[in-house]
């Protein structure tokens, strides 16, 4: 009998190492996590039982370094790696350095993967096996008389892959036999520099597919299932935004077909653990065509544990101690439907640049029966560039697709990050498109819905109004205050005239001004009436459990939240996050500069007077500062001249607009 694995080590990092460690430790496995310089301080290397630095931030020379991965297992003493994903997951070498080191690797043996590694030689072994292909040509003959053949033959419009590739490398769409020679000159090169293999093959391009595959998972004695399937269609750049389990809208016997194709693809190349087989579904014609396998755990695992009620990291690991699957395919069920959502820190409005710096403030769900969050960071890390965007995944569960895919939102609505750009409103707008939202999938359709996509969840009217009233509760003006204390509100108190309280708000690089009135708090619920850009809006709001606040606003139901740095304001509204400055001006002097009267911007408290009666000022001096909505303001005179008179003394309370300091311009 195999002996059982005591040490785990995770060849991998971020959330992955993390949820990897989580089922680890529950199974009682020791952890080992290898870290980084860039990663020191990361999660997963701190939670880990041992922790174990492998090199700079550069993956060449830490993670994808098999002698240091081998050299920590030895130190630590593992007797099992589990590569996770990307990085050495699929890297032949490293499975067959741990069959020659005795130490388990969690994942297929090396011939396998080695099966799967080239798209040619993987397309032939389907086709023995039964499993329906692209038409296509995967010869080894790579001169350019046998593509033009095989080109006419398949017919146009053609894809061109790379042989040894992945992720969009070396890939090309011709439309037109004219345009042939020079995209595979071009494929050519990129598939040269990106994998060292300039070998390409040729498939029939489809139009308007859905990405679907399969779950498989196989013992070491012979046995396949599938674990049912998942739609991963929604994606920009050939990498998926939004997949989800099981794929919606297929009839029952093309499904079982598909999943009874994976297995026949398993038993080919001798598979053991868990996989993905990847197939191109039309539709229309309710075909499937194999597309790869992936010969690891994927990103999407966690929506097929969620309909399935499996932990595929804990039967990888039964499968490595040589335990066999308990469970006959019929023994198994699809219960509800699950969605996943990946956070990037990338700008979707700005071509989907990564993004980097550092997370001030991180809030993410909590996890419950229908909603769980695989997270790589944590509060004050930093995203750096040397790694994949990919911060976190939120993945919903409900019993029936829609279900979900409004868990989903409302999970998104609470994800917080301030300071880097995240991706959670543009996944929102897709959750939220019509189109989406009927199940009319495609691998184009982030292509297809560019313009509805490119709008943001909140107009900049939307904006104005919501970063105000997000400035408003951050000071604490929406809190139940004392009444027996006028001062302890930073609310507008006066014995009569007008209460409206002016403000300035810096939003998206422009500056805007205004003036707003709260109303009566009633318990945990309260009105502001805002007035900008000539407009008065009545804004309503009622405090919810969490401490954020469920807005009305024109009509629409919003959840509002806010985190403070400094002098500025980040805003999480749904799933939509902005920084704003509000009440902040540099100089504040009056009305105009040329006034006489040096009035207090907003009602706050006096905490320096600088000047006195007969003191010659100049214009730009400072004669006071206040304190307002916990920011510090510098009054300046407007004009060379002398103070006439000043009307409050240092710690005295004042009201908006009140007079504060009189000056005399000089004579002419």
Known sequence: MTKPITTLLVANRGEIARRIFRTAEAMGLSTVAVYSEADATAPFALEAD??????????????????????????????????????????????????????????????????????????ALMEEANVPLVPGYHGED?????????????????????????????????????????QVEAAQREATSSFGDSRLLLERYLETPRHVEVQVLFDQHGKGLYLFDRDCSIQRRHQKIIEEAPAPGIPEEVRR???????????????????????????????????????RLQVEHPVTEMITGLDLVEWQIRVANGETLPWRQQDLTCRGHAMEARIYAEDPDNGFLPQTGVLHSLREPTDSDS?????????????????????????ARGDTRDEARVNLIQALNQYHADSVVLNTDYVSRVLQHPAF??????????????????????????????????????????????????????????????SLQPFELDLDGDRFRGHYRT?????????????????????????????????????????????????????????????????????????????????????????????????????????????????????????????????????????????LVTLAKPEE
């Open 50 to 123: 041992l922790a174990l630095p492998i090199g700079p931030a550069e993956a060449a020379k830490s993670y994808l370094s098999i002698e240091r991965i081998m050299t920590a297992a030895r130190t630590s003493g593992a007797d099992a790696i589990h590569p996770g994903y990307g990085f050495l997951s699929e890297n032949t070498d490293l499975a067959a350095a741990c069959e020659q080191a005795n130490l388990r690797f969690i994942g297929p043996p090396a011939n396998a993967i080695a099966a799967m590694g080239s798209k040619s030689a993987a397309k």
């Open 142 to 182: 790579q001169s350019a008389a046998v593509f033009e053949t095989e080109a006419a033959r398949i017919g146009y419009p053609l894809l061109i892959k790379a042989s040894a590739g992945g992720g969009g490398k070396g890939m090309r769409i011709v439309r037109d036999a004219s345009e042939l020679p020079s």
């Open 257 to 295: 077909a598909m999943g009874e194709a994976a297995v026949r693809c398993g038993e080919a190349i001798g598979y053991v653990g868990a996989g993905t087989v990847e197939f191109l579904y039309e539709p229309e014609s309710h075909e499937f065509f194999f597309m790869e396998m992936n010969t």
């Open 371 to 395: 909603i769980r969050v695989d997270s790589g960071v944590s509060e004050g890390l930093a995203v750096t560039p040397w790694y994949d965007p990919m911060l976190a995944k939120v993945i």
């Open 437 to 498: 939202a009927g199940g009319e999938l495609t691998t184009r359709f982030v292509e297809v819905h560019e313009e509805a996509l490119a709008t943001r969840l909140f107009s900049s009217w939307a904006r104005k109004h919501l970063s105000l009233l997000a400035w408003l509760d951050n000071t604490g003006t929406l809190a139940v205050s004392d009444r027996r204390d006028v001062w302890s509100s930073l609310k507008a108190f006066r014995l009569s005239g007008d």
């Open 519 to 659: 109303g009566q708090i009633r318990g945990n619920r309260g009105t502001v009436r805002i007035s900008i850009d000539q407009e008065d809006t009545t804004v309503r709001w009622t405090r919810m459990d969490d401490g954020a606040l469920d807005v009305r606003l024109a009509g629409r139901r919003i959840r509002l939240d806010t985190a403070a740095r400094g002098d500025e304001l980040a805003v999480f509204a749904d799933a939509a996050t902005w920084p704003v400055r509000i009440n902040h001006p540099e100089v504040f002097q009056g009305a105009e500069a040329a006034d006489n009267n040096i009035a207090a911007p907003m009602h706050g408290r006096v905490t320096a007077v600088l000047c006195q009666p007969g003191d010659a000022v100049t214009a730009g001096q400072a004669l006071l500062t206040m304190e307002a909505m916990k920011m510090e303001h510098t009054l300046k005179a407007g004009f060379d001249g002398t103070v006439e008179a000043v009307h409050c003394q240092t710690d005295s309370s004042v009201e908006a607009a009140q007079v």
